[in-house]
């Protein structure tokens, strides 16, 4: 079980979300506006917060901002009224996790929020399993099926970054500020190049990727699959 905080003002949604969140067993807080929204995110100590981002008094972007600021780790998925991708870029550079735009169905929404809640439960060491792979952090090494498979080191530091963080959506430019460092040129198109060969390389049906997911206009986003 974990602690579900829903911070959205419509009540309709709101009372949709809770009871389906309390079905699946969640434990769940709920705020109307920003600014109580702001207060149980800071105190309350949820697991995991569900975010409208246009909000009365204090909007969704400050709330992620000062969760931030207080270096809570928490993951957030923000609701969003229309796809607009500055929005969606904003408010993962504010570092919300993932989003998604309404209308939505239930059921994709349930699927990101378990796929953010997975996380707690992967390792920042070790090995990550997905699938038919295996990616050991320590040793360096890519296993598919049981065969080791070379991957380049931005490549690797890609897998890496992406599988560490399963559910949640990157921008182009954060992957490349953290794989890729400033030391070189690069643009988003070196981002999608490497995902390209990487996808060649862990993907059964690489034009059909179910691990490392596109997310339309924004980046990628890394899932275990299942
Ligand atoms: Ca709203």
Known sequence: MSRILI?????????????????NGHEVIVAMDGQSGMEKALSA???????????PKVNGYEICRAVRERELNMPILMLTAKSQEEDV??????????????????RELLARVHALLRRRQTPAE????????????????????????????????????????PGRAFTREQILNHVWGNSVIVTGRSVDRCVATLRSKIEADPGKPVFIETVRDVGYRFDFGE
């Not at 911070?7 to 079905?23: C, H, I, S, T």
């Not at 100590?45 to 909000?55: A, G, H, N, S, T």
């Not at 080791?148 to 931005?154: C, P, R």
């Open 7 to 23: 911070v959205e003002d419509e009540p309709a949604m709101l009372r949709g979300l809770k009871d389906n969140f309390a079905a």
């Open 89 to 106: 870029v904003l408010g993962l550079n504010l570092g919300a996790d993932d989003y998604v735009t309404k209308p939505f169905r239930i």
């Open 45 to 55: 100590e949820p697991d995991l917060i569900v975010l409208d981002l246009m909000l």
């Open 126 to 165: 070790g090995t990550i399993r997905f699938g038919e792979c295996e990616l050991d952090l320590e040793a360096h090494r890519f296993q598919r099926n049981g065969v080791e498979v070379e991957l380049t080191a931005k490549e690797f530091g890609l897998l890496r970054y992406l599988a560490s963080h």
